[in-house]
Each structure stands twice: as C-alpha cells, then as structure tokens.
C-alpha cells in the first residue's frame, strides 16, 4: 500500500478560498456550446481594474456566468503568461499578447472582462498579476492528490512528467494488477495492487484519479472510483464514461489529434 501521504479528513478540510468553479460534467460539456457554467470569482481590486504597480487594493466578490469556450482557453492564457514570466515580461498590450496566442485582441479583451478585466488603458496587462489571477479562477492555488490507475507504458509516462506537479497535482499512487508491477516505484511513487484500491480510497482523498488501462474494464473501474470517493477522472481508455453528473470526466484521447492532422494534411 502507498504511503499515507494525505489523511482524508484534512485535505477536506482545505478549501479553496478564492473562488469556486461549478463545470458541468464531461457529457455536458461535449455539447457545451449554448450552456454556461457559473463561476464564483473572488476578485482582489474591483471590478473597474483599479490597478497600481500590478497590485490592487479591496477585496469583492463577483459573481459571473462564464462560457465553458472561455474556461477553455484560461489554460493556454495561463500557459503564454507563466513563458513570458520566465523571460521577465512584466507588462504585455492585449495585441503583444493576441498575436503571441494567436487569437484576435478583441477576444481577449472580451475573455479577460468576464473576470473583472485585469488590464488597463494605456498600460496593458501586468503578466504577473494576470498569470496569477488566471491561476486562481483556474483552481491552481492548492495542491490536487492524484492516482494513476493502471502503470503500463502510458501510467509511467504519466508519472515521469514532473510539471503536473509543478501546477500542483500531485501523483501520491499508482495502482495496476500486474504482480511484476506491483511494489516497484516510478519517481518515487509506489505501484500497490489494485485489490488495495478501495482501501486506499476510504483513508485517503482522491481529487483524480487517471485511467490508463485497457478500455474494456474502464467503466467499471470509473464507477468503483466514484463509489469510493473520486472528484473527478482523468481518462485516457478509449472508451465513453458514463458517470453522475457531479463528476468531473476529462477525456484526454492523442489519437483524436492526430486524425485531426491527418484530416489537414490528407490529399484529396
Ligand atoms: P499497457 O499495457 O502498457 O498498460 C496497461 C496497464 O494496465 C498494465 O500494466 C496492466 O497490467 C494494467 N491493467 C490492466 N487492467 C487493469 C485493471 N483492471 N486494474 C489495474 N491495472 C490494470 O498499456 P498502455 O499503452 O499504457 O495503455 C493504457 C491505456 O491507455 C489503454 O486503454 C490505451 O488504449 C490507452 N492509451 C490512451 C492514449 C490516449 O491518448 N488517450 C494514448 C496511449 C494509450
């Protein structure tokens, strides 16, 4: 069995402070193009961007209908501003920054407004302050307990890549039947048998837990991990999961990329 790294009751305890983001689930979202999501935003400053030296004083809290379009893209805001961070971009124009992610200024003007705006006239946006406020609505202010079900080639490669856990999720367990696997470790991370799962799961908090094992017994898998406590599932069998609906389902599927490309490349 992994090592308690979490006692259940205080990772419960932890709440996110700023703000909560209700989704829709997995179903949902896939015909998510009329239907909105209601995301509660604690927003430091107020809502006319009161912004000096990158820091605003207050504290309000607004509440805001946000389209799951916009809760999509937060990811790649987040991910262009932590780059220009790391160069030490301290303010960026939202043209700098529609030609750098390639969507129009306008959308991100319209995007960013829907948090309050976080810019101002004439002195564009303060990355840090926007990459941190992203940071928040996108939930990345606390850390995220994670497993991994099933350590073949896609469990391990899962568990080698270190920046999940720079954004906070955090592999504490990897699960899998087969005997050669069980009680080794990946980075540190101990494979325990799957029979152990369930017990794992009453004395430890599990925010997601990741499927990579054969699509045949996904399901199945899915709906013991709810059973036992699971927030949401981050799936990569090839298969459709039909979970309730407070269940967060992310469906990560290369394959589907990939046809995407070949759709773009193919030759008449
Ligand atoms: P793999 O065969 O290397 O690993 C699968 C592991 O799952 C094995 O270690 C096996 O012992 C374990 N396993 C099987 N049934 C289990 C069960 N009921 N409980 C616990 N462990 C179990 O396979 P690989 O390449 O890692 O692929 C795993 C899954 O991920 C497959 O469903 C595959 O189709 C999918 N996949 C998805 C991708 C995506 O983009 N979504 C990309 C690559 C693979």
Redesign the pocket.
């Known amino acids: 069995m992994c090592k308690a790294a979490h006692e259940k009751q205080s990772t419960l305890s932890v709440i996110d402070k700023d703000f909560t983001i209700l989704y829709n689930n997995k179903k949902e979202v896939c015909k998510l193009s009329e239907q909105i999501v209601i995301v509660y935003i604690l927003v430091i400053g107020n809502n006319r961007f009161a912004m000096k030296n990158g820091k605003v004083g207050g504290a309000i809290v607004a509440a805001k209908e946000i389209s799951m379009a916009v809760i999509k893209r937060l990811p790649k805001y987040y991910r262009n501003l932590g780059e220009l961070l790391e160069k030490q971009v301290e303010r960026i124009s939202s043209k700098e920054l529609s030609e750098r992610m390639q969507v129009t200024a306008s959308q991100i003007r319209q995007d960013l407004n829907n948090f309050g705006g976080f810019g101002q006239q004439g002195y564009g946006y303060n990355v840090e302050y926007l990459y941190t406020e992203i940071g928040k609505i996108l939930g990345l202010t606390r850390k995220y307990h994670m497993i991994v079900?099933?350590?073949?080639?896609?469990?391990?490669?899962i568990a080698n890549y270190t920046d999940f856990e720079k954004l906070g999720f955090v592999l504490e367990c990897m699960?899998?039947?087969?005997e050669s696997?069980i009680g080794t470790e990946i980075r540190g991370v101990k494979i325990a048998d799957?029979s152990e799962l369930e017990e794992y799961m009453k004395h430890h908090a599990v925010d997601i837990a990741a499927?990579?094992?054969?699509?045949d017994?996904?399901p199945e898998?899915a709906a013991s991990l709810v059973k036992w406590g699971a927030r949401a599932i981050w799936?990569?069998?090839?298969t459709d999961l039909h979970l309730p609906e407070e269940v967060k389902v992310e469906?990560?599927?290369?394959?589907d990329s990939l046809m995407r490309l070949s759709y773009s490349i193919k030759k008449e």
């Open positions: 079900i099933g350590a073949g080639n896609l469990g391990q490669a699960f899998d039947q087969k696997l799957v499927i990579t094992i054969p699509k017994h996904a898998l799936n990569f069998a090839p469906n990560v599927h290369l394959a």
